[in-house]
Each structure stands twice: as C-alpha cells, then as structure tokens.
C-alpha cells in the first residue's frame, strides 16, 4: 500500500522567498509522484509529475521537485515566491498511474 | 490540455432526496473515471473507480448502495447520491484517466459542492 506524509499543514513565506513544501511517500513497488495545487473551491491542477527518468522535475509556474529514492521524498521548491502561489498543494503516490494516494496538503500563505 | 468538466458546481438538497452529479470529459475519450470526496480542510479520498461498461470498483468503507455510479460512455461518469443526509455535505470532484498517445495522466474536474439541509 502507498502513503503520503506532508509536514507542515501550512507554511508561510514572503514574497520572493524560497517555497519549499515537504512529501515524504512510502510504496512498496516504484512510485508514481505528483504534486497538485487547488484554489479555493477548485478542483486540482497537476504542477508536475515524477514517473521514471531524470530525478529533477520542473513543472508550471516555475515550481520543481527532486525524487530522492534514498530518502524516500519528493519536495516542491520554487526560487521566488509570488502573492498567485497562495493555495492548497497536494502531494499524491499511485502505482503505474492507477490510482492517486493524496497526502493531507499544505496551505501555502505568501506575505507581502 | 485535456478538459474535464463536472455539473452541477454546486448543489443544496432536502435531507432524503437523491443527487446526481454528472463528470464529462470534453476532449478525450476516458475508459476509467475516479469519483473523489473532501471534507473541508481535508484531503482528497477516494471513493471509487469508474470503468466504462462495468461495474465501479469501491474503496473499502464507501457505501455502493447510497454512491451509484454510472460509467455508460466513454466520456461520461454519473454519482448519485441516494437518499442525501447532512453527512453527505462535501466537496465531489471526479478525475478522468487520458491514456491517448501513451500518456497515463488524470485530469481533475472543477468539484460539486454538495449541501444537504
């Protein structure tokens, strides 16, 4: 069975901060990784996806996550927060793009 | 990118009555469709697997008698909630599965709002 852990249930940054939103995901068979973002009474929109290959994801908005085998985790960082990152991230495991296990999310707040 | 929409957006019932919520996907053709629930603050569980032509596959705990789900076309999924309680109240959003061109990706559809007086 796959799971999903995000520390941190909200985080908050200033404006042009360094986002880091944390995932740590436990399968037994290679995973599938993604994170999601939902705006307030939204439905979810993929950032970017980990399946095989290049470990360094980049996705939209310029946020990217690094599969790391080792330590079982898949952190979202972007460089330069922006007031339009405001919003629910989800991390999520599936298995050969079945279906998604969703961690609890992070509420990401950006001060101004 | 590929579109799926849901409707209604949102939806406020009589506690007793049945709710249909309808998952199309606009511009793909989807053999599999998920049916998933939020509680406010929470996150995404899912609820069930819907295949195009047979039955849905639920997840354990998910009541199949009171969740019908309907996969009759390849671009639609249908979740009725039968005999709506307040409980019930949440946020459904529905995902379809693109499997065009070797890509396995699910898109989300916006969500319904479910409120159950």
């Known amino acids: 069975a796959q799971s999903v852990t995000q520390l941190g249930s909200h985080v908050s940054v200033s404006e042009g901060a360094l986002v880091l939103l944390r995932c740590n995901y436990s399968?037994?068979?290679?995973?599938?990784l993604f994170w999601y973002v939902q705006y307030p009474n939204q439905g979810l929109q993929l950032l970017l996806k980990?399946?095989?290959?290049?470990?360094l994801v980049k996705g939209i908005n310029g946020f990217e996550a690094e599969f790391k085998k080792s330590e079982t985790s898949f952190h979202l960082t972007k460089p330069s927060a922006h007031m339009s990152d405001a919003a629910e991230y989800f991390c999520?495991?599936?298995?050969?793009?079945?279906?998604?296990?969703f961690g609890a999310g992070t509420i990401l707040r950006v001060k101004s | 990118g590929a579109v799926v929409s849901q409707h209604p957006s949102w939806v406020i019932c009589k506690s007793g009555t049945s709710v249909k919520i309808e998952c199309r996907s606009l511009?793909?053709?989807?053999?599999?469709m998920f049916w998933y629930r939020q509680f406010p603050k929470q996150s995404l569980m899912l609820m069930a697997t819907?295949?195009?032509?047979?039955?849905?596959?639920?997840e354990q705990g998910v009541e199949k008698d009171k969740f019908l789900i309907n996969h009759a076309s390849l671009t639609l999924s249908t979740l009725t909630v039968t005999s709506a309680h307040p409980e019930d109240s949440s946020f459904y959003i529905c995902?379809?599965?693109?499997?065009?061109?070797?890509?396995?990706?699910?898109?989300f559809g916006p969500g319904t709002r479910l409120t159950v007086l």
């Open positions: 995902s379809a599965r693109d499997l065009a061109g070797g890509r396995n990706e699910q898109f």
């Open positions: 511009d793909f053709q989807a053999t599999t």
């Open positions: 980990y399946t095989t290959g290049a470990t």
């Open positions: 399968s037994s068979v290679p995973p599938y």
């Open positions: 819907s295949n195009e032509g047979s039955k849905a596959t639920y």
């Open positions: 999520a495991v599936s298995v050969n793009g079945n279906k998604l296990v």
